[in-house]
């Protein structure tokens, strides 16, 4: 079943018409120190029915009982216990408990009135031997729990597959993503879910960010299992070059094979729909340079295409075949038809946008916090990153060092998709704001900051709907404060704060900010809502 039967493209596009002028009240929103950006007065009635609107987890950071009833070891539960790996020794063990406190981040998930619940599966919490050993009853008793509790509150399960937990054995066993061995292994992971979970889930991901993982964990070294050679990093071992191409080749055909069997098998009779997602930054020319202009094109190919291009045309973008050439993996005639067209929606993660320079035709320099070492080579596709421009930064700084407060990016980065992808559906699956370190400790619980940087990346996503763009839902990163990766709990994302002795969980004002947006529905507002037709989801 294809989304294209959810959802009726005579609405979206009465929807998009309806839409096409915008009288809302503008205020100034300042992007950072160069360009000022309007933001505007963002309303709920400004989506239309049916579009889901939702918080965001994963499993490995929040839910913590690392070795609770079956569960195996992933290959984070490793990682961060090696000294140095993670801000501070932090560790993802306890996370904020959710595995136990799941019942009341449910209710707190109600009380904001969302439409739907994103969320991951814990691979070794499932199969902690992976397809050699046995399904953990109590894993899949856990997950089932959640699903129904969140769909007696009328919250519709948003499912991730895989969203960076391993399982460790996969790694010892035959090194994990650098394997083909791997993707019938993901196979039967996914299958697992579909034949536990399926009956009562819709929306299926099948591997969060396979683009970061292969740069984070076999370019940089900084995600397990910590592979890189220089000048990314110094690493006992792994090849920068090389390995990331290997990495993304297995979760690309992981992931075909996986919406292969859910078509013929599942789909049919679940009714469901199954997508990818990646990790998407927005790329701005650093100068009016023509080669600037192309190394921003070359970035997003290189990033956003490398993990879209193939799932829907069946093959790797041509941009990056010119430059890589024979070491970009091939796929064969069979593989091209199996993974081509094989989702049915995209999602986006979107956190900021960047400058690109070019540095095939022009020398490059690495300095600032959002450049990363090797822009000169093949790999980064010859171009290097930055957050500043004749002096001035490209948005407001937060939490992550390379995440800067720019909305315009959400619209130019839909539009990009929209343009690349005719138009395929999309759900933006992560969009989030943490705080500059140095201030969250101010005033934890009043966070006007995220309410603007929600407003402002909601009212750019609106412009680029109005514009044409087929976008089917937004979801805030993150539900609650949870384990950031190697930035440990010192990078705060949500929308409730955790307190890290007690684990109590305490909305902040942005919460708030969220159900009153929420609850002006628009059904509730006669002036703009009445004409407009409502989007017939799942």
Known sequence: MKITTILSSSCFWLFVLLNSANPCATVFYKGGNEKTEELEDVKRS????????????????????????????????????????????????IATDHYHHYMEDIEMIHSLGVDAYRFSISWPRILPNGKLGDVNAAGIMFYNSIIDNLLVRGIRPFVTIHHGDL???????????????????????????????????????????????????????????????????????????????????????????????YREQF??????????????????????????????????????????????????????????????????????????????????????????????????????????????????????TTEERDGFL???????????????????????????YHNKPIFITENGYSPPQQEDQLDDLLDDKRIEYHKAYLASLARAMRNGADVRGYFIWTLMDDFEW????????????VDRTTLNRTPRSSAEWYRNFLRKSPSSNNNNTERRPTFSFI
């Open 394 to 420: 490209i948005g407001e700084p937060t939490g992550l060092p390379i995440c800067y407060v720019v909305p315009r990016g959400m619209e130019e980065l839909v539009d990009y998709v929209k343009n690349r």
């Open 486 to 497: 190697t930035l440990g709990y010192g990078v705060k994302f949500g929308l409730c704060s």
């Open 46 to 93: 400004h989506f239309p029915g049916g579009f889901l609107f939702g918080v965001a987890t994963s499993s490995y950071q929040i839910e913590g009982a690392i070795l609770e009833d079956g569960k195996g070891l992933s290959d984070w539960d490793v990682f961060v216990h090696k000294n140095g790996n993670v801000e501070n020794g932090d560790t993802g063990d």
């Open 167 to 261: 399982p460790q054995v996969l790694h010892d066993r035959y090194g994990g993503w650098l394997s083909p061995l791997i993707q019938d292994d993901f196979v039967h992971f996914a299958e697992t879910c579909f034949k536990n979970f399926g009956d009562r889930v819709r929306y299926w991901v099948t591997i969060n960010e396979a683009n970061l993982v292969s740069e984070f964990a076999y370019e940089m070294g900084i995600f397990p299992p910590g592979h890189c050679s220089p000048p990314f990093g110094n690493c006992s071992k792994g090849n920068s070059d090389t390995e990331p191409l290997t990495a993304m080749h297995n979760m690309l055909l992981a992931h075909a094979k996986a919406s292969k069997l």
């Open 267 to 384: 789909q049919p009779k679940q009714g469901g729909v199954i997508g990818i997602v990646v990790n998407a930054f927005m790329y701005e020319p650093l100068t009016d340079d023509e080669r600037d202009k192309e190394a921003a094109n070359r970035a997003l190919a290189f990033n956003v295409a490398w993990n879209l291009d193939p799932p829907v045309f069946g093959d790797y973008p041509p941009e990056m075949r010119r430059y890589l050439r024979n070491e970009l993996p091939k796929f064969t005639s069979e593989e091209r038809l199996l993974i081509r067209d094989s989702i049915d929606f995209l999602g986006l993660n979107h956190y900021g946008t960047l400058y690109a320079k070019d540095c095939a035709r022009s020398s490059c320099a690495c300095s600032g916090s959002a450049c990363v070492a090797g822009g000169d080579r093949a790999i980064r596709g010859f171009v290097s």
